[in-house]
């Protein structure tokens, strides 16, 4: 199957955020269903909800432009499909962080949702350059800068999630 390979990591990554998501919007849904003008730093949130907003557009443009440039310099397009895919469900991330920062105005939730889609879209990108790299040169020494760093992001990522648990409880 085309692509295959894709669509495994994005089902996983995709199963990973909902189930960030839940727990968080499980463990303190009354906190979390308040605007942020209840909630101190109101003024913090909109920076970081515009940040968020500048940042997944400029990345969304460059994994976009990416994107057409693999498919434009590939003499056979079919075997980038699964970083392709991957490609394209972080520009989808990005978007859908795009989309959330008026929702995040109304209710706190939507900015961690809006936190845990961009946080998804740079794994989805990162993976997506590591089977580029995977497919393209045959040294899997190019692959341990993006691996370690994938590691490095998700260890981060990781201690980003127990904060918000343990602020949230």
Do not use: C, R
């Not at 961690?112 to 089977?131: E, N, P, Q, R, V």
């Amino acid at each position: 199957m085309i692509g295959s390979s894709g669509i495994i990591l994005g089902s996983i990554l995709v199963s990973f955020l909902l189930v960030e998501i839940a727990i968080l919007y499980f463990l303190d849904f009354e906190e979390l269903s308040k605007a942020p003008e209840n909630v101190e730093g109101d003024k913090k949130v909109k920076q970081i909800g515009k940040w968020y907003v500048s940042t997944t557009l400029t990345f969304s443009g460059l994994v976009f432009t990416g994107i057409t440039i693999i498919l434009s310099l590939s003499t056979s397009p079919e075997e980038y499909a699964s970083p392709i895919f991957l490609l394209g469900m972080a520009i989808a991330l990005f978007l859908i962080t795009y989309k959330l920062y008026f929702h995040a105005l109304s209710k706190l939730f939507y900015l961690y949702l809006m936190d845990k889609t961009i946080a998804y879209g740079f794994f989805s990108f990162i993976l997506g350059l590591i089977l580029i790299f995977n497919t393209y040169f045959t040294s899997n020494l190019l692959l341990i800068p993006f691996a370690g760093g994938f590691l490095i992001i998700v260890i981060l990522h990781l201690i980003e999630f127990k904060k918000n648990i343990e602020s949230l409880s």
